[in-house]
């Protein structure tokens, strides 16, 4: 459960083994949540969610959140954009992340959804989009990006953020 892995997080990020410095920087861990829901396919998280208000599986992501004031540290991110702007009604301080993929560049929505990323597939974004997002107030971190030149060329290009499977290329 969510729970489960912010409780695992936690102490290993303040076990004893780790230096007092590593224990100090615990504090600013970020978390990225996916919620994972799908429009075309409701039955992949069955609980009823339409696309207006808030789900139950949204109300319990706020809940766990706000409950550990992990607001500052979190992003939720959504291929589903109506969970997305469901949460958006409830919570206006939480950062979302729009992901998106096949193309779809439609910052000036996301933005006036009061998104706070634009999250595509690495194979979508060009220096125009990303230009047009900032301009949005948007910021862009593309997914997912796994070798060391696609990862220059979008740095080069001017993205926020890189997802990776692999953050030591970056260094």
């Known amino acids: 459960t969510l729970n489960e892995l912010l409780d695992f997080v936690e102490a290993y990020a303040r076990s004893e083994l780790k230096t007092e410095a590593q ?22 998280i069955d609980d009823g969610f339409t696309g207006g208000a808030a789900g139950p599986f949204e109300l ?15 992003i939720i991110q959504s291929f589903d954009h109506r969970s997305l702007r469901a949460i958006r009604e409830i919570d206006g301080d939480i950062r979302l992340a729009a992901l ?17 990323i634009w999250s595509p597939n690495q194979r979508d974004v060009t220096a125009e989009n990303i230009n047009k997002a900032h301009e ?3 910021l862009v971190i593309p997914w997912t990006v796994n070798e060391v030149a696609d990862m220059q060329r979008l740095i080069d290009w001017g993205v926020d953020g890189i997802i990776t499977d692999y953050p030591d290329r970056l260094l």
């Open 136 to 138: 949005e107030g948007l």
């Open 23 to 44: 224990r100090s920087n615990a504090a600013s861990v970020q978390f990225n949540i996916e919620t994972k829901r799908e429009a075309d396919h409701p039955e992949y």
């Open 100 to 116: 998106t993929t096949g193309g779809e560049t439609k910052v000036d929505v996301y933005a006036a959804y009061k998104f706070n």
């Open 60 to 74: 319990a992501i706020l809940e766990i959140v706000n409950g550990r004031s992990l607001t500052p540290r979190v």
